[in-house]
Nanobody, 115 residues
Framework: QVQLVESGGGLVQAGGSLRLSCAAS????????VGWYRQAPGKQRELVAT???????SYADSVTGRFTISRDNAKNTVALQMNSLKPEDTAVYYC?????????WGQGTQVTVSS
């Protein structure tokens, strides 16, 4: 089992920045993919950004150019730097880790962007 704990959410004005961090309870076996999903009220959970163990990144079109995902394998962490935030980025952000047939999720952290 892998426990994922997110931090860094909060309230920010439009145009501002936030940095989310996710810490895993142990090293995740390779190959793997870690990343962030989000779920806004009344909407389905959607992919925000992922990074593989070979450091290949993928972003949702809506965040490309504004968000940057990074991982630190030595610390078992993954971060999401969010810049130029918009009200439509408001959601609960979930950390995700996938390895082989297993998927792990964090509890989520709220991000609220005011206009």
């Amino acid at each position: 089992q892998v426990q994922l704990v997110e931090s860094g959410g909060g309230l920010v004005q439009a145009g501002g920045s936030l940095r989310l961090s996710c810490a895993a309870s142990r090293r995740i076996d390779s190959p793997n993919v870690v990343g962030w999903y989000r779920q806004a009220p009344g909407k389905q959970r959607e992919l925000v950004a992922t990074v593989t163990s070979s450091r290949r990144t993928s972003y949702a079109d809506s965040v490309t150019g504004r968000f940057t995902i990074s991982r630190d394998n030595a610390k078992n962490t993954v971060a999401l730097q969010m810049n130029s935030l918009k009200p439509e980025d408001t959601a609960v952000y979930y950390c995700y880790a996938g390895v082989l047939s297993s998927a792990y999720w964090g509890q989520g952290t709220q991000v609220t962007v005011s206009s």
